[in-house]
Each structure stands twice: as C-alpha cells, then as structure tokens.
C-alpha cells in the first residue's frame, strides 16, 4: 500500500508539473566547495568516470578524500538540479551491493550538527568487501532539510514540486575505513567529520 501510494502521487507529481517552470536557486560548484574545515584539510581529488556519470545523470559531482591525523574520510555529492526527467540520487543501499561491498550492519541514527543546535537523521551503513569493512554514512539534503529515508523523499518531492516549484536534492555520502577491525571508532571518525562537515553543505546548498 505506502509503495502504491508513492507510485499514484508520483504520477500526480508529474502530470501536475509537466506544465509549470521550475525556480531552482542555482547552488556554487561543487569544486569550489573549502579544502579545509576544522582539523580536516584536502588529500586528494577523487575522479568519478564518464560511466558513473552516465549511470547518475547528476548536474553536479564531487568526490574527495579528507584527512584529519591518521583518519580519511571519503565525501561525494551528487547534485540534481531537477527530478523532473527521471533523473534522481541513487541510493548506497543498491549501488554499494552492486559494487562487491555487502552490508554487515544497517541502521539509521540522528547527529548533533552546530547549526542551530540541530540534529540531523542519517543512514549508517558498516560494509565489507573481503577483508576490508567501511562505515557509510549517507543522507538525501533538499532544500536546508536532511532525509534519511527514501520513501520520505519522495513525499517531500512531491510536496515541494507543488507548493515550491521545486524538485532540486542531492545525496551526500561520507565513508571510513575501518581500521585494527574496530568500526566503532570508525563510527566515532565518521560523526565528526559530518560535524565538521555538515554547516558547509548546509549553507552551499539551496534552500
């Protein structure tokens, strides 16, 4: 039933906004987004190929990789403009399987975030390819609000086409190694570069 109701009101969605503009504040690149925040400072520049590309049909992408002391971080942001043509933010929960990287523990959870004293509601992944294990931590951001599941996504699509004139969201994901087999630490690792992190996206983002 919630699946079909999110197939009707889609359809509703797009038979409603075939016919009306869209008014999408146009975000800064993603590549000018800072090399440094708190104690995490630029390693390297991480290349997203012409196939992934392809797959995503984003507008915007970045991948990077961070470093603060001895721990990395992996952040990619993938932008969409408009979800008006199909085009949409994949999620971690069927690409990372479809890349040999299989769930080990899955759960949801909420981050204190210094942006008005707020905390946000996020997925958390741990996943082992082999040997090697990673914390994921990921979230939909759309329009200054954070989501964590996909369904609620949708709804909120939908209402904002309607009410706002707007379909613009991007998917944020931020990855750990786990390191000496202790993902709790590279949990701990993880959360705080999001805290570190998280009052840049919010405010290059549109709201």
Not at 10 to 20: D, E, H, I, K, T
């Amino acid at each position: 039933m919630y699946a079909a109701t999110i197939v009707l009101l889609g359809q509703a969605f797009m038979s409603y906004s075939a016919s009306r503009g869209e008014s999408t504040p146009v975000p800064g690149p993603l590549q000018n987004l800072p090399t440094e925040f708190g104690s995490w400072k630029l390693k390297q520049i991480g290349v997203v190929d012409d196939e992934t590309r392809g797959v995503l049909r984003a507008d915007d992408l970045m991948s990077r990789d961070y470093v603060s002391g001895n721990t990395q971080a992996n952040l990619f942001i993938a932008y969409f403009k408009t979800q008006r043509a199909g085009a949409a933010p994949h999620s971690p929960r069927n690409c990372l399987p479809g890349s040999g990287w299989e769930p080990v523990a899955d759960e949801s959870g909420r981050i204190d975030v210094p942006v008005g004293a707020q905390s946000i509601h996020i997925n958390k992944y741990v996943v082992a390819n082999g040997d090697n294990e990673s914390v994921v931590l990921y979230w939909y951001q759309s329009q200054g609000r954070v989501i964590a599941d996909e369904f609620a996504a949708k709804f909120f699509l939908i209402e904002d086409s309607i009410r706002r004139h707007r379909s613009d969201t991007a998917l944020v994901r931020v990855v750990v190694p786990v390191t000496l087999n202790n993902s709790t630490l590279a949990s701990q690792q993880a959360t705080g570069f999001v805290q570190a992190f998280y009052p840049v996206v919010d405010s290059w983002l549109p709201h």
